[in-house]
């Protein structure tokens, strides 16, 4: 069954320090998404991304964040300068059809970002 | 979006069914009811989703009120596999917005 990779699975950096976290969507799907889980919290929506720009993204994505595509398969987010508060779960996901509704989303398995 | 209310947790015994509750007494007529679950350590996971009938597939069954109000998801026999966090999330066909909104969920806790 096809599914979402990330890596990796675990990252720390230090505070200030730039990470990118790096996903392999579904090879033929078009709508890719970044969520965000904080330890026992509820997993929020970062940004969505479609046609090689971004579609729609909350508040938490201000420009410290940063989302690209390089080559046609990799979908990165890239986090400048680093906050403990950014320690948290990152999920990539991809879905393969314009309708949203009626359509399921897959998800990674995660990226555990530690910030000291 | 419209809001769905959840229990924060239910328990079952393993190989015995559960039936997990979503009151969604907000919806819209074009809105359509999904259901994920997390499991422990991984991301969230498609699970079932419908409109107005009923739907079965390999995972689960959706139990669709015919007011629409509440939904129920329907686990035939529970393994110790499907102790997980689950999410029943509205998706309104008529907005732009393509993302998932989590709430907190149901955690349901299935004992051997």
């Known amino acids: 069954e096809p599914e979402v990779t990330q890596t990796p699975s675990h990252q720390v950096t230090q505070m200030g320090q730039e990470v990118i976290l790096r996903c392999v969507p579904i090879?033929?799907?078009?709508?890719f998404y970044w969520y965000r889980q904080i330890l026992g919290q509820k997993v929020e929506f970062l940004v969505s991304?479609?046609?090689?720009?971004?579609?729609?993204k909350s508040e938490i994505f201000d420009d410290q964040f940063s989302v690209e595509r390089p080559d046609g398969s990799n979908f990165t987010l890239k986090i400048r300068s680093t906050k403990l508060e950014d320690s948290a779960m990152y999920f990539c996901a991809s879905r393969n059809r314009v309708v949203a509704w009626n359509t399921e989303a897959f998800f990674g398995q995660g990226t555990r970002l530690t910030v000291v | 979006d419209a809001k769905t209310t959840q229990p924060n947790s239910m328990e079952s015994n393993e190989e015995e069914p559960v039936h997990l509750p979503c009151n969604h007494s907000t919806i819209s007529g074009t809105d359509y009811i999904h259901w994920y679950r997390q499991l422990p350590s991984q991301g969230p996971e498609y699970v079932i989703h419908g409109l107005t009938s009923n739907v079965n597939n390999r995972m689960a069954s959706l139990a669709i009120a015919e007011d629409r109000k509440s939904s129920t998801l329907i686990l035939h026999r529970a393994t110790l596999r499907d102790a997980a966090v689950y999410y029943c999330i509205l998706r309104d066909r008529n907005n732009a917005g393509n993302m998932l909104t989590f709430g907190g969920g149901t955690r349901l806790m299935v004992k051997p």
């Open positions: 991304f479609y046609n090689n720009e971004i579609s729609e």
């Open positions: 090879s033929n799907h078009l709508y």
